[in-house]
């Protein structure tokens, strides 16, 4: 079976911290069953000087986010929505919006 949720996609964070914000994945992990969200679950990390010339210092970086947390936002409903599996004539299987049945363009 097929993500429901890929590369590229527009998500919105369902549940967590970051409820209600949207972004973009940039990756996704699928033995953790995460994904990597753009602008959404930022940390602060604690980082020691590797080089020389490396500086050290708190850092604030993106983590991957439980795929369970997050939603497709569908650009044509403009509201979350989940993602369903449409079987075509040729055989081809896309995915499509649940609400308004838009095929989501494969990457």
């Known amino acids: 079976m097929g993500l429901k949720i890929r590369k590229g996609d527009f998500v919105q964070v369902i549940k967590g ?7 973009r994945v940039i990756r996704v992990y699928p033995k953790e069953n995460r994904a990597l969200v753009e602008g959404v679950n ?3 990390k604690h980082v020691r000087p590797r080089k020389i010339d490396q ?3 708190i850092v604030s970086m993106e983590k991957p ?8 936002f569908c650009m044509k409903c403009g509201k979350p929505t989940r993602v369903r599996f449409r079987l075509l004539p040729d ?10 049945q838009e095929i989501i363009e494969p990457r």
């Open 55 to 57: 500086q050290g210092g």
């Open 17 to 23: 911290k970051d409820s209600g914000k949207k972004g």
């Open 42 to 44: 930022f940390v602060k």
């Open 91 to 100: 055989g081809n299987k896309l995915r499509c919006c649940a609400g308004c």
């Open 65 to 72: 986010v439980p795929l369970a947390n997050l939603k497709y």
